[in-house]
């Protein structure tokens, strides 16, 4: 097992696709997060009950974009190189090239988002303290405070929940267009469904979907996501991360099955 | 000998075609084995399901006795090379083995020793989307090497060769079949194993045609032609046909015959005391045999 995780990482350290959409995930973390945090802003000294830490964080949505190709193309383009035949000859047991790609993936997807995340966090909290966010209303809150420390961590963790589903499907499809598009709609449906859905299917959309895990970040008793806000809290923060990865489970566990049962 | 490569009724089909049909063979160690049969006749099949990538509907493959999925790194048992272009574009030649080497645990520098071993050492760190066909496929053998294992599968390794690349793979071959190695190559093209094989597995519509030396192959597929020159033809004809074939005379100065051995041909002739001028073996070549055999199997039928 240990070979072929030191494999998979030479693979991933040399797959220049991939790179390229981890530092877009970086990017887009770090340059949505700040455009969130300028666009916001609050009369000064005037109360208000914004999440400042979910702010800073807003950029998540567009890095999990980019999460889902930085899971996906690691064995997306082992098939459409047809590499995957070198892959399952060197390693013929399914379970331990996926279970290895899924370490490697997590293994670099969760420092970078977490670099990521942490320098969204201080680079909002500054943006957001210049557009009017100060005490007494907004008094500043340190990225060592227990909150705002679990959004941050949560948020690299939804990132790399993003990246294992993703891996899930590029295994179960095999092909990195219709991967990225189904990673894409499993996260994004949802968001849309919001605002066309009743409450209580709404409640039950946030519950059941990845999105679930977006309420990693509030801190202030609402889900906010790109494109609605959610009142209340239909699941807590750290049950709601749960269910983005029983979704990256359930989706490397087709994968797997599938894997398995083909011919490569 | 013991077999390191053996099927026993092995069958795939995909939806109604049956691409490997009930087919036993085995491979023996130190010969180049050439795995022969027209586009389509399951050689491809045959191997990918010898190295576990896909799955047989019954019977089995085994290495050694042991399925290619029960092996612990198997690249050090089996060296295969089933598709030259079976790498990532944009990973450099040397990288691609690298992580090859390190999924089997072997050493990292062994890369830039089977790269010098095929002749790319200069073009290790090139990138192996910009290599011609011909150094695919000598990448593809530096990979079936890496693990220096002493069992060889190759899917047709010579396609797309220039002649000196050809000529390469033929030395490369043999070399390592000298060397104790079991060699199990495939080729539609009959030729193309003339001065390789050893062996030969003949494959048809997934079944199995001949298993069968080379030398077998020429010899069931057609006699040796004899041609013999002599200044006393019509004594050479009597003398022939007593001793029971048919010779047969271009009316000058020299006999054709088939079906007897070339030292009985000088015997008969010396004991009558008719000279003998000159006397020369025709063999058909591989492919001529090859297409005998094939015809023939179709008759049969």
Redesign the interface.
Known sequence: MT??V???L??LR????ALIAAAAMCSLMVGMSALAASESHTDAGLGGNDDVVQIALAGVVFAALAAIVVGASPMT??YS?????????????RLRVLAAKALVVAGVSFPLALGASVAAYLIGQSLLHQRGYVAPAYPPVSLTDPDAARAVVGTALLLTAYCLIALGIGTALRHSGASIAAGIGLVFLPMLMLGVFPEHVRERVVQATPLAGMAVQSTSGRMLTAFATVDGMPIGPWPGLGVAYAWALGSLAVGYVLLRRR?? | MVATIETHSLTKRYGPTVAVDDLSIDVQPGKVTGFVGPNGAGKTTTMQLLLGLAAPQSGEALVRGRRYAEIERPLTVVGALLDAGAFHPGRSARRHLEWIAESNGIARGRANEVLRLVGLSDVAGRRAGTFSLGMRQRLGIAAALLGDPPILVLDEPTIGLDPEGMRWMRQTLRALAAEGRTVFVSSHLMSELEDTADQLIVLEKGRLLADLSVDQLIAAASDDEIAIGTPDVPAAMTVLANAGVTPISNGRDQVTVRGIAPLRVSELLASSGIALEQLVVTRPSLEEAYFRLTRDAKVER
């Open positions: 070979a072929t030191r494999s998979e030479t693979k040399s797959h220049r696709g383009s082992e190189t047809r590499m995957i035949r070198t892959t399952l000859t060197a390693t013929p047991g011919d490569a």
